[in-house]
């Protein structure tokens, strides 16, 4: 398990965030973060798939009004929102996954909201694929 455990850190892009003031802005920033950007093709990848599986509406939508389908849609689908804690979650090593659910609940807030923002930020990235 130790050798699963040093694979997922060494997978881990490196980021530069400014010093977390507690221990869960800490998890949020050292492990949730980088595992998004490691994951954030993947993320795009589920999304597109979802929203032409959903008739293909979000893609009719202004930009603004995209934002909001794109939180409705995490919020609200719970199979769509647990596939993507899926995508997440299981590079979580062991010890992460101690304190995940020691503070599951406001981590579950927290990374909800961190997908929220990384799919917002980039609803460009999400289009029909061309055939």
């Keep these: 398990m130790e050798n699963r455990n040093k694979l997922l850190l060494d997978l881990r892009p490196a980021l530069s965030l400014a010093k977390a003031s507690g221990t869960i802005e800490q998890f949020q920033n050292e492990t949730f973060r980088p595992i998004l950007k490691f994951q954030n093709n993947l993320l795009i990848a589920f999304c597109q798939h979802q929203f032409i599986k959903r008739k293909?509406?979000?893609?009719?939508?202004?930009?603004?009004?995209?934002?909001?389908y794109i939180e409705q849609q995490v919020i609200k689908d719970k199979n769509f929102k647990n596939l993507?804690?899926?995508?997440?979650?299981?590079?979580?090593?062991?010890?992460?996954?101690?304190?995940?659910?020691?503070?599951?609940?406001?981590?579950?807030?927290?990374?909800?909201?961190?997908?929220?923002?990384?799919?917002?930020?980039?609803?460009?990235?999400?289009?029909?694929?061309t055939t």
Aim: net charge negative.
């Design 84 to 129: 993507l804690f899926g995508v997440i979650l299981g590079h979580l090593t062991e010890e992460e996954l101690n304190f995940y659910q020691e503070y599951e609940s406001e981590l579950r807030k927290r990374l909800t909201s961190l997908i929220i923002q990384r799919l917002q930020d980039q609803a460009n990235l999400i289009s029909l694929p």
């Design 56 to 68: 293909k509406v979000y893609f009719q939508l202004s930009a603004l009004k995209q934002a909001d």
